[in-house]
């Protein structure tokens, strides 16, 4: 009986064109693919230089508002991803949620365009708070609270719309294409869809930054939002453009409800005793005329809370690897306008201070294309990995599980983070010498250590390489391990949970930021020159190694458990 009717939700809207079903579907998949590509261009174009746009003196936030603004965002683009995915499964659909996802990423991000000349922050904003004149210091050391960030409100609410419109996105857009694969052309062609999309998303990364992040930097952000926005509605326009193609399925209802019930169950059995008999009490006097709708039976739901039980751990564990995988898109970020950067186009022969001045003319590398050092590793070492290394791992039996990739990758983010901290110190040394250069960026200037920008690359480089071993294997895991069922809810706590990392370190920036913290800089605004940034970056890397011990505890069980009942009843099976 409900065979028809899965036939039926993957019905393309071009079923009546009966030739070329391989074509069609393979344009559909590149239609998905483009929008990926120049959504990821837009979310990058937004997040790579969002800590200067608001250090600048438009708004008057100070490092660690800024660079604390810059988490939550990429937290919340993250911890929303199950929003979207419930929201797809039980009433939209998929084609629909990307739709009206999109229409949302589009009027969210023309907020940063708007504000980023004044009349439109006045519109938006209101008048910049007049500076209140207080009490003289009676000593040079008095501390002087910093400014209340202008316009907070307003772009705080932008971006967490931002961050819903992306979190959609990426929940519903990657299984929607591989819906386009599946129905003409098999399994082997959706897993060659998963390795396009990697790269397309890699593919609008580095559009983003070569392009955009310098056109924020050197010539205004105005111009640079302008073509965020430009990209969204491309990929706005590409998507409806394409949508009598597309193989759409209407929702099919969501097992949120069930797990949540379940939980109950186990953990308040009090408070569900009450609750169902409640809502017995309740049903009683309704006539049962229903037919009992399709879905998973009630001994399928408990097998899979038992699944999500034993999954969840190992994902909780891998929380603070995403502290230390986001802090590249912020506090590196602010160590890196303290470090030399220099000229694109160096109007004098000898590489001296005087290059640091920056003139009208010159043009300055973008702190922001350091994070091409990470999309550029991932991007050739994928293929190495897939095409060389792991085949031949295989071949001398000593290719690694996912989890024991994940334990990998986490010892590279602690790896990235010390050395991190450990420039920082080398950084501070410089200032405490009063060895700095003034350097401008954009319309702000920072006293920066004579210390080159480049240092910073191997600790992009390191993170990079995490990035490989750490999240896609625990995509993997996530993905292979979870029932047929719950695939879509167990992603979509995988990447919430790399959304609680993010926020973690957000929280963690706000309290050492604090009188008394070591990210507390009063004397120093704009500036991290009083700050210890060192000393967190340490702190990271001592949170990261704790949890990895924790982490491989944790999967050796996991793994034990796993191989034991199939070593007695299917010794022939499988697992890798």
Request: proline letters at 7%; aromatic letters at 10%.
């Amino acid at each position: 009986m409900q065979a028809p009717r899965a036939r039926e939700e993957r019905r393309p809207l071009l079923a009546r064109r009966p030739r070329g079903p391989r074509r069609w579907r393979r344009t559909a998949a590149a239609a998905v693919l483009l929008v990926e590509a120049l959504e990821r261009a837009a979310f990058f174009g937004v997040s790579a230089n969002l800590v200067l746009y608001l250090n600048s003196a438009r708004f008057h936030w100070d490092g660690q508002q800024a660079s604390r603004a810059a988490l939550v965002f990429l937290g919340a683009s993250y911890l929303l991803a199950p929003v979207g995915g419930w929201l797809a499964d039980a009433y939209l659909g998929r084609h629909r949620a990307i739709a009206l996802s999109l229409l949302l990423y589009l009027s969210a991000s023309s907020l940063l365009p708007a504000t980023a000349f004044l009349d439109g922050r006045r519109s938006f904003c209101g008048e910049v708070p007049e500076s209140s004149l207080g009490p003289a210091c009676p000593s040079p050391d008095c501390p002087r609270a910093s400014p209340a960030p202008y316009c907070a409100p307003t772009l705080y609410s932008g971006l967490l719309l931002l961050a819903l419109a992306a979190s959609s996105i990426r929940s519903n857009l990657t299984s929607f294409g591989a819906d386009q694969q599946v129905m003409d052309l098999g399994r082997h062609a959706s897993r060659r869809f998963f390795n396009w999309l990697y790269w397309s998303i890699n593919v609008g990364a580095v559009l983003s930054l070569l392009v955009v992040a310098f056109i924020q930097q050197n010539v205004n952000f105005l111009l640079g939002y302008g073509i965020t926005v430009g990209c969204v509605g491309l990929a706005f326009f590409i998507f409806l453009f394409a949508t009598p193609i597309f193989v759409t399925k209407p929702p099919a209802g969501s097992q949120v409800s069930s797990m949540l019930k379940l939980a109950l169950q186990n953990c308040c059995p009090r408070l569900w005793h009450r609750h169902s008999t409640r809502d017995s009490q309740g049903t009683q006097t309704l006539p049962a005329q229903r037919s009992p709708q399709p879905g998973p039976t009630p001994q399928e739901d408990m097998a899979n809370f038992q699944v999500l039980v034993k999954i969840l751990p190992v994902m909780v564990t891998l929380v603070p690897y995403w502290m230390v995988y986001f802090q590249m898109q912020s506090t590196y970020v602010l160590q890196g306008l303290h470090l030399h950067i220099p000229n694109i186009f160096p109007e004098y022969p000898s590489n001296s201070s005087v290059a640091l001045r920056a003139e009208g003319s010159s043009y300055k590398i973008p702190e922001a294309w350091l994070l091409l050092a990470n999309v550029v590793v991932v991007l050739i070492l994928v293929p190495v990995k897939d095409r060389l290394l792991d085949p031949l791992l295989l071949r001398c039996k000593l290719l690694p599980s996912a989890l024991q990739k994940m334990a990998l990758g986490m010892f590279f983010g602690f790896a990235s983070v010390v050395v991190a901290g450990g420039l920082e110190m080398e950084r501070l040394q410089y200032i405490h010498r009063n060895e700095t250069v003034s350097q401008q960026i954009g319309k702000n200037v920072y006293y920066a250590a004579p210390l080159s920008i480049w240092w910073q690359v191997p600790q992009y480089l390191l993170i990079g390489i995490s990035e490989i071993f750490a999240s896609i294997p625990g995509l993997e895991f996530a993905y292979s391990e979870a029932p047929r069922s719950m695939q879509g809810a167990i992603m979509g706590i995988f990447f919430c949970l790399s959304g609680v990392g993010s926020l973690l370190g957000s929280s963690l920036v706000a309290l050492l930021s604090l009188p008394g913290g070591w990210l507390y800089c009063p004397k120093d605004f704009g500036n991290i020159n009083n700050c210890r940034m060192d000393l967190y970056f340490f702190l990271l890397a001592s949170i990261q190694a704790a949890t990895a011990l924790l982490f491989i505890w944790i999967a050796s069980r996991y793994e034990r458990a796993a191989q034991g009942p199939v070593s007695q009843s299917c010794p022939s099976r499988d697992r890798g």
